[in-house]
């Protein structure tokens, strides 16, 4: 597998904020973990700080870019998509993508012509087929069992999924 660069320096806290916004926590649930050591008024801010220092656009790129690092390795409920690979219709597959590479909801909506509600639809239909609660655990989801390719995260990647075998290099920036 090509690697592209070194993996920034994370600490032990940003690491742990990453593992908390990939499970899809809410503000108050960060700022309430001991572990990742941010006060309420502070939470926007630190995430914004990882999304920088990581080269990711959203919370969704953040979380597949995570699980691409290892620094994700489980959802946080299990669920039978790490089992059997869901085959989901074009477009769901295609919402799926988008989020691993950074894109909006909102962006993809407007990209596809739709209305929201039928987007609404989309997340939801594709939640429930990924066995997921969240957007972010739908992206870690996605790298895990296959469904969003290295490249889809990261053009310079791979264009292949996640290596299940965990000696194998992993992807870096």
Known sequence: MTTTGPLPDLSDQDRRLIVLVASGARHPQIAADPGAAVVADDVRAAIKTLLTRTRTSTVLHLAAWATAQRIVTAPVHPTGALTVKPQLMPRLSQTLRGWSAGRSTSE?????????????????????????????????????????????IDPAWAAEPLA??????RPSR
């Open 164 to 169: 299940r075998d965990n000696r194998q290099n």
């Open 108 to 152: 993809l909506t407007a990209e596809w012509g739709i209305a929201p509600g039928t987007m609404r639809t989309y997340t939801k239909t594709l939640l429930t087929q990924l066995g997921v609660d969240s957007q972010p655990q739908a992206t870690v989801v996605g790298v895990l069992c296959g469904l969003t390719l290295l490249s889809d």
